[in-house]
T-cell receptor, first 113, second 114 residues
Framework: AQSVTQPDIHITVSEGASLELRCNYS??????LFWYVQSPGQGLQLLLK??????LVQGIKGFEAEFKRSQSSFNLRKPSVHWSDAAEYFC???????????FGAGTQVVVTP | GAGVSQSPSNKVTEKGKDVELRCDPI?????LYWYRQSLGQGLEFLIY????????KSGLPSDRFSAERTGGSVSTLTIQRTQQEDSAVYLC????????????FGNGTRLTVT
């Protein structure tokens, strides 16, 4: 059965510092991989996706993620966080479509001044 | 343009009562999904619609849960005889089609069963 693990429930980072959120998946083939962000009072927003090709993908808001097949990982990174990046981040996996996804439990990011 | 709209935004109900949650997708979106987000957990897939058909109901937790979609637009998720473990945020999302379009999520309905 496929699964998605986000090992960090909560991360605190200083504004301007770099951020890396971990995501590991278990799946028989290369799945569709996604990162979503949920800001307070707002719906989930797609940050980026990986289907195939270049393993380093760029997304919105200055985020990027790298697919590493050997490690079954799809970690999200941002070189310099802004206070507005405080939110909950979800990694998700899909078998063959955008829509029926399995989500990780999420990582809550707190940004300090 | 308008996004995915869900109503009510909050619902408090007594254990044993039935509830209906509504989702208005983005106009023209053929695919519609329901997810559940419980406290401290990720999103859990419940059901999706392609048009008015629900090819995959595998995520519905029990036979107390049902959903329908009419006119290829509005969808209603019904929970009968609610239990406390049904308390969660129910999220709806829509997309232009099943395989090539991103999901657009609504803000959800927070259901509290007392």
């Amino acid at each position: 059965a496929q699964s998605v693990t986000q090992p960090d429930i909560h991360i605190t980072v200083s504004e301007g510092a770099s951020l890396e959120l971990r995501c590991n998946y278990s799946y028989g083939a290369t799945p569709y991989l996604f990162w979503y962000v949920q800001s307070p009072g707002q719906g989930l927003q797609l940050l980026l996706k990986y289907f195939s090709g270049d393993t380093l993908v760029q997304g919105i808001k200055g985020f990027e993620a790298e697919f590493k097949r050997s490690q079954s990982s799809f970690n999200l990174r941002k070189p310099s966080v802004h206070w507005s990046d405080a939110a909950e981040y979800f990694c998700a996996v899909g078998a063959n479509s955008w829509g029926k996804l399995q989500f990780g439990a999420g990582t809550q990011v707190v940004v300090t001044p | 343009g308008a996004g995915v709209s869900q109503s009510p935004s909050n619902k408090v109900t007594e254990k044993g009562k039935d509830v209906e949650l509504r989702c208005d997708p983005i106009s023209g979106h053929t695919a519609l999904y329901w997810y559940r987000q419980s406290l401290g957990q990720g999103l859990e897939f419940l059901i999706y619609f392609q048009g008015n058909s629900a090819p995959d109901k595998s995520g519905l937790p029990s036979d107390r849960f049902s959903a329908e979609r009419t006119g290829g637009s509005v969808s209603t998720l019904t929970i009968q005889r609610t239990q406390q473990e049904d308390s969660a945020v129910y999220l709806c999302a829509s997309s232009q089609d099943l395989y090539n379009s991103p999901l657009h999520f609504g803000n959800g309905t927070r259901l509290t069963v007392t």
